[in-house]
Antibody, heavy 129, light 114 residues
Framework: QVQLQESGPGLVKPSQTLSLTCTVS??????????WSWIRQPAGKGLEWIGR???????NYNPSLKSRVTISVDTSKNQFSLKLSSVTAADTAVYYC?????????????????????WGKGTTVTVSS | QSVLTQPPSVSGAPGQRVTISCTGS?????????VHWYQQLPGTAPKLLIY???NRPSGVPDRFSGSKSGTSASLAITGLQAEDEADYYC??????????????FGTGTKVTVL
């Protein structure tokens, strides 16, 4: 059973770069047609998708964060990582990593699915001086 | 940045049926993108509850059911139990920005068991 675990500094200074790593256990990050996503949730608020990566290195980012986000993958370590630059207090949140499935099917018409089926427990990152 | 609208809260007595709506638009739910639902118990990570509009992952009780029609979707909980008290989020995909889509979540609904 695949499990994900986020790790990284819990406190980041304003204007610096937030760096988090997600370690995948119980299976290879390269097996299956999975993407790997990052999602965040400010305290008391809703969920925001940050971006995703395929093991080939192909990435997709939330347009609102694209200029500051980099997601990378290290298949040898079964890990993928998030870097968010020029952080402010607005970036304070619980950050989750997740396994991501996406694809399409035909049923009288074409339909598409994008969702996260396995989530890490999350890690809290506070941006403060 | 939520483009999917949910009621802030719903409540019901144990054993009752409650429903949560998720309203989108022609660039997400109405564009052929499936809707998925997550349950977030207090202090924990979201958990996949319904995928592909109406499918339950293994281990999810059949008290939970989902449906989709047009630009909206809904989650129903029948036989409400105390352990169902949680936040629920719908999620889909939005393609309104040319050349750049994104995963979108609903505003979230808190279910209270009276």
């Amino acid at each position: 059973q695949v499990q994900l675990q986020e790790s990284g500094p819990g406190l980041v200074k304003p204007s610096q770069t937030l760096s988090l790593t997600c370690t995948v256990s119980g299976g290879s990050i390269s097996s299956g047609s999975y993407y790997w996503s990052w999602i965040r949730q400010p305290a008391g608020k809703g969920l925001e998708w940050i971006g995703r990566i395929y093991t080939s290195g192909s990435t997709n980012y939330n347009p609102s964060l694209k200029s500051r986000v980099t997601i990378s993958v290290d298949t040898s370590k079964n890990q993928f990582s998030l870097k968010l630059s020029s952080v402010t207090a607005a970036d304070t949140a619980v950050y989750y990593c997740a396994r991501d499935l996406s694809g399409s099917y035909y049923h009288d018409d074409y339909y598409y699915y994008y969702y996260m089926d396995v989530w890490g427990k999350g890690t809290t990152v506070t941006v403060s001086s | 940045q939520s483009v999917l609208t949910q009621p802030p809260s719903v409540s019901g007595a144990p054993g009752q049926r409650v429903t949560i709506s998720c309203t989108g638009s022609s660039s997400n739910i109405g564009a052929g993108y499936d809707v998925h639902w997550y349950q977030q118990l207090p202090g924990t990570a979201p958990k996949l509850l319904i995928y592909g509009n109406s499918n339950r992952p293994s281990g999810v009780p059949d008290r939970f059911s989902g449906s989709k029609s047009g630009t909206s979707a809904s989650l129903a909980i029948t036989g409400l139990q105390a352990e169902d008290e949680a936040d629920y989020y719908c999620q889909s995909y939005d393609s309104s920005l040319s050349g750049s889509g994104l995963y979108v979540f609903g505003t979230g609904t808190k279910v209270t068991v009276l």
